[in-house]
Structure formats: C-alpha cells, structure tokens
Nanobody, 122 residues
Framework: VQLQASGGGLVQAGGSLRLSCAAS????????VAWHRQPPGKLRELVAE???????NYSDSVKGRFTISRDLVERMVYLQMNSLKPEDTAVYYC?????????????????WGLGTQVTVSS
C-alpha cells in the first residue's frame, strides 16, 4: 500500500491550494483518512480528518478555511486550502487507516505518505 501526496507549492497569503492524496495497492477498504502538517521547527499536527462515513474534524487553526473530502471509488482524499496564511507553511502529510489483503489474509495498518511542501508568502 502506498499513499502519494501532491499539490503543494508556493502561494501568496490569501491564496488557495488543493492537495491530493492517492492510495494504491491491494486495498480492501480505507477507514479514516487525515492530513497532518509539520511546520518548520515544530511537531507534526493534525489538520483535518474524515471517516469512511464522511464525518469530518478540523483543527481550530484551519476551521472555515480548509475542507477535507474523499472519493471512495477513486481512493483519493483532498484538502482544499483557502485564505492561506504564512503560518500554514509546512510539510503536509496524508495518513490513512487501511485494510489490505495479501490474498489469503486481511490486515489493518496505518500508513503515511511522503509529504508535500506548502509555502505561503506574506
């Protein structure tokens, strides 16, 4: 199972970016999916998460500005980021709780994708 994040870049304050995360592999189902971020010199923090049933949760710092969504069929998760601020600058990571198959057995594991850099200039 692999998670591939994309969509990061450099944007001016007030601008928007849309991050995407694609899951691939012998996936049976994907449960909760989340976006985390790690600002320079700080710890990784949860930004937003969405369950398989569509329930969402956001950190207070991004509520009203970011929207997480998912496409169960395409195994994609998105993070629409609007009204970006310099303090949103970070490496963004997608994370998923995945049930996968090896053919004979099913396993559940939490996966992280490689990060994508988001830089917001003032």
């Amino acid at each position: 199972v692999q998670l591939q994040a994309s969509g990061g870049g450099l944007v001016q304050a007030g601008g928007s970016l849309r991050l995407s995360c694609a899951a691939s592999g012998n996936i049976v189902t994907i449960n909760t999916v989340a976006w985390h971020r790690q600002p320079p010199g700080k710890l990784r923090e949860l930004v937003a998460e969405i369950t398989s049933g569509g329930s969402v949760n956001y950190s207070d710092s991004v509520k009203g500005r970011f929207t997480i969504s998912r496409d169960l069929v395409e195994r994609m998760v998105y993070l629409q980021m609007n009204s970006l601020k310099p303090e949103d600058t970070a490496v963004y990571y997608c994370n998923a709780d995945v049930v996968f198959s090896t053919g004979d057995h099913y396993y559940q594991h939490n996966y992280w994708g490689l990060g994508t850099q988001v830089t917001v200039s003032s």
